[in-house]
């Protein structure tokens, strides 16, 4: 794995396989194929490395070391600035598998269980699993623009990216925003429990199943031509990792949209209520 830029498998690996590039008893070179930038040019990996080697610095930290998981909000916005992807090149799960592989240690760190043992989805399972494809992904759908605050509250409590991740009504920008509103609200308010959270997503997976939010949100562009600039940017190695970085400056949403996704989550959020309580929950 010693590879400088990105590359991807050329498909699905085999427990042994892992194992044998892990010790070192294997090259990749066979394995893999690279992963480039329209332009043609190979996608550098000195960013990510060197926040990978900040991560290891912090992984002993008493935050972390206590809670693991507190990793994921500092680590999601800043792999999502370093790795510069397209959404089609994000959604290829063997190029996850090898940036897991390359950075096994950190991948054993945040998800071995007692026994030192990872489950494979965290190196080749779905978009709400994979140990990497997890955060950058959270960082995609829960930026407002180029601002990754939101991003922090989204992994506030597991949850919410192991619940929302996949569902394809958090594509619509608005009503992922509007949803960390109430999941996790800006103001300092209370962060939902784990209950409300994952009720509140079976309601808008059944709801927004015959009524997408763009109904009430109004038909919802991504800012294509800013994010296809910043994926075509070379990023930076920044002077300090504690520092926030800034994501692509993108004009995603409109308070127009934004006013129509939040009745939308409101009324979902009415309706896992009434339905907690119905089943003999606590409303």
């Known amino acids: ?38 332009s043609g040019a190979d996608i550098g990996l000195n960013v990510v ?34 790795l510069r992807l397209t959404r089609v090149q994000a959604s290829d799960r063997v190029l996850w598998t090898w940036l897991a592989v390359r950075h096994h240690a950190y991948v054993t760190w945040r998800w071995a269980d007692s026994a030192a043992a990872v489950n494979d989805e965290r190196w080749n399972g779905p978009v709400q699993k994979q140990a990497m494809m997890r955060l950058w992904w959270g960082a995609e759908l829960f930026r407002n623009g180029d601002d990754y605050t939101p991003v922090l509250r989204a992994f506030l409590r597991q949850d919410f ?23 996790a609200p800006a103001n300092g308010g209370d962060v939902r429990s784990a209950t409300e959270i994952n009720d509140l997503a ?4 059944l709801v927004m199943a015959g009524s ?4 009430e949100t109004g038909l919802q562009q991504d800012d294509h031509a800013a994010f296809d600039d910043w994926t075509a940017t070379v990023p930076a190695v920044p002077a300090d990792w504690e520092i926030l970085p800034r994501g692509p400056a993108a004009l995603d949403v409109t308070e127009a949209s934004l006013v129509g996704a939040r009745l939308v ?18 409303p």
């Open 49 to 82: 490395d060197d926040l990978m080697a900040s991560v290891a610095q912090r992984s002993d930290g008493a935050d972390w070391a206590e809670d693991r998981a507190a990793s994921d909000r500092w680590l999601a916005p800043r792999l999502h600035y370093a």
């Open 1 to 38: 794995m010693d590879s400088d830029s990105l590359r991807r498998f050329r498909q699905h690996l085999s427990d042994d396989q892992r194992r044998r590039l892990i010790e070192h008893i294997d090259g990749d070179v066979a394995l893999t194929e690279p992963v480039r930038h329209r």
């Open 212 to 215: 997408p939010p763009e109904l």
């Open 161 to 183: 990216p192991n619940s929302y991740l996949h569902r394809p009504f958090v594509r619509c920008r608005s009503l992922a925003l509007a949803l960390l509103e109430i999941v």
């Open 202 to 205: 079976r309601v808008l997976n």
């Open 265 to 282: 989550a409101a009324r979902g959020w009415d309706q896992a209520v009434a339905a907690r309580a119905l089943a003999g929950g606590q």
